[in-house]
C-alpha cells in the first residue's frame, strides 16, 4: 500500500512566522504534490516536483515555497505566514509518468492567527 | 480550457438508497484521464477509479459503478445501496497532457448517508 505521510493534521501559528509543511511518501514515487484545499474553492495546486531538487510552481504558488532535498521528501514552506493561508493542506505522490494516479496523505490543517 | 463541474453541491439520501454523483468535464485534448476520490470526515483523499480516455467501458466494483460517456463528456460514479460510512465529499479530477498530467478538480459533492 502507497503511505503518504504528513508531519502534523493540526497547526496552530501567528501571523509572520515561518511555517514548515513536511510530507514523506514510502514508495519511492518520483513525482510529489502540495495542494490546498478551501470551502467553495476545491482543491488547488502550490506546486509540484517531478524529482529531486526540481520544482515547477502550480495554479497558487505565491507566498509559498518547496524543498525537494530527498526523493521521499517534500516540504512546504510558508515564509511569513498570513491568515489567508489558513487552509487544508494536502501532499500526494504518484510514480513516474503524467498519468499515473496521485496518492493523498491525511491533510494538514492549518490555523494562522 | 480544462474544467470539471460537480454540479451537486450536497445530497442527501436515506441508507439503501442509490445516488448518483454527477461529473462532466471539459477538455480538447483527446488523450486525458478521469478519476474519482473520496474524502472521508477525516480528510484524506481517498483513491476510487481512474478511466483512460479510450477505455468507455462501464466499471463495477461493489456497490459502486461508474458510467463514462464521451459524447456527453460525462463520468458519472452510482453508489448502489448506499450505508452511512459511504458520507463523505466526493471528487471528480480531470488529468490531461496538455496540463502536463496535473490534475484539475471539480467542487466536490458533500454525500450524507443518513440511517
Known amino acids: 500500500d502507497v503511505k503518504v505521510t504528513q508531519s502534523s493534521r493540526y497547526l496552530v501559528k501567528r501571523t509572520g512566522e515561518k511555517v514548515f509543511l513536511e510530507c514523506v511518501q514510502d514508495?519511492?514515487?518520483?513525482?510529489m504534490f502540495w495542494y490546498r484545499q478551501d470551502p467553495g474553492l476545491g482543491l488547488r495546486l502550490i506546486y509540484f516536483?517531478?524529482?529531486?531538487?526540481?520544482?515547477e510552481k502550480g495554479d497558487i504558488p505565491e507566498g509559498y515555497s518547496v524543498s525537494r532535498e530527498k526523493k521521499e521528501r517534500f516540504s512546504l514552506i510558508l515564509e511569513s505566514a498570513s491568515t489567508n493561508q489558513t487552509s487544508m493542506y494536502l501532499c500526494?505522490?504518484?510514480?513516474?509518468?503524467?498519468?499515473?494516479?496521485?496518492?493523498f496523505g491525511p491533510g494538514t490543517r492549518l490555523l494562522v492567527l | 480550457a480544462q474544467k470539471v463541474t460537480q454540479a451537486q453541491t450536497e445530497i442527501s439520501v436515506v441508507e439503501k438508497e442509490d445516488v448518483t454523483l454527477d461529473c462532466v468535464y471539459e477538455?480538447?485534448?483527446?488523450?486525458?484521464?478521469l478519476f474519482w476520490y473520496k474524502q472521508p470526515p477525516s480528510g484524506e483523499l481517498v483513491f476510487l477509479i481512474r478511466?483512460?480516455?479510450?477505455?468507455?467501458q462501464n466499471e463495477i466494483s461493489g456497490r459502486y459503478s461508474w458510467n463514462f460517456q464521451k459524447s456527453t463528456s460525462s463520468f458519472n460514479f452510482t453508489i448502489t445501496a448506499s450505508q452511512v460510512v459511504d458520507s463523505a465529499v466526493y471528487f471528480c479530477?480531470?488529468?490531461?497532457?496538455?496540463?502536463?498530467?496535473?490534475?484539475?478538480f471539480g467542487q466536490g459533492t458533500e454525500l450524507s448517508v443518513k440511517p
Open positions: 500526494a505522490s504518484s510514480s513516474t509518468g503524467i498519468w499515473e494516479t496521485q496518492y
Open positions: 514508495m519511492d514515487h518520483e513525482n
Open positions: 516536483s517531478y524529482d529531486v531538487k526540481m520544482k
Open positions: 477538455t480538447r485534448d483527446t488523450t486525458y484521464y
Open positions: 478511466r483512460n480516455s479510450f477505455d468507455e
Open positions: 479530477a480531470l488529468s490531461t497532457l496538455n496540463q502536463g498530467g496535473k490534475l484539475i
